[in-house]
């Protein structure tokens, strides 16, 4: 099984801002999918189906992103699944411009609090992640307030118009893998 993973937090208060941009295309590959509506249980919220012949797991933990990786741990005991071969976590990332993407089959979690509460839970760094680009926090501003904070209006289009691309190199790394995958998706 496939687990694609999108780190937000939980609350309408949270909706709109740059910290929920991988819940907002882990919903967006939902729809365009076809995947039933997402169902809660337990410390997430759940939607499964098969794509490029695999199943496939959509996650969002409501979690607060800082605690995320609680609401994997379960994943790491389920039979046959390695988390470097089957996670996919999906994040916000300031340290990319709006409208630039990257996906790694690994790596630190370069301060994101998400990855931090991941890896902590998982004990590993070795699992696939695709960044979103959401702007670099401005001189003077905190960082958590900038990351809870709604993007202007034409940079939300900029990241919702990369979605249909990033379901496709999403499906990528199904079928083909982190390596393939990235190839298509870092821009």
């Known amino acids: 099984m496939k687990v694609i993973v999108g780190l937000g937090n939980p609350g309408p208060e949270y909706e709109d801002t740059r910290h929920n941009a ?40 409501l979690t607060f992103m800082n605690r995320s990786g ?37 790596g630190s979690a370069g301060g994101h609090n998400g990855l931090k509460s991941v890896e902590a839970a998982l004990g590993t760094q070795d699992y696939a992640r695709l960044r979103i680009g959401v ?6 501003r905190e960082l958590a307030d900038w990351v809870l904070s709604p993007m202007p209006p034409e940079e939300e289009t900029a990241v919702l118009a990369l979605f249909p691309e990033l379901a496709a190199c999403i499906e990528s790394w199904i079928a083909e893998g982190v390596g393939v995958a990235a190839q298509r998706c870092n821009r």
């Open 70 to 106: 609680s609401a994997l741990a379960p994943l790491a005991s389920l039979e046959g699944f390695d988390v470097a071969r089957d996670l996919l976590v999906v994040v916000d990332d300031v340290n990319l411009d709006v409208g630039r993407t990257r996906l790694r089959a690994e």
């Open 22 to 61: 991988g819940w907002w295309l882990v919903e967006a590959v939902r729809e365009a999918w076809g995947f039933p509506a997402f169902r809660d249980h337990g410390p997430a919220r759940f939607s499964d189906g098969e794509r490029a012949g695999q199943p496939v797991l959509l996650v969002e933990p």
């Open 135 to 140: 702007g670099a926090r401005p001189p003077g």
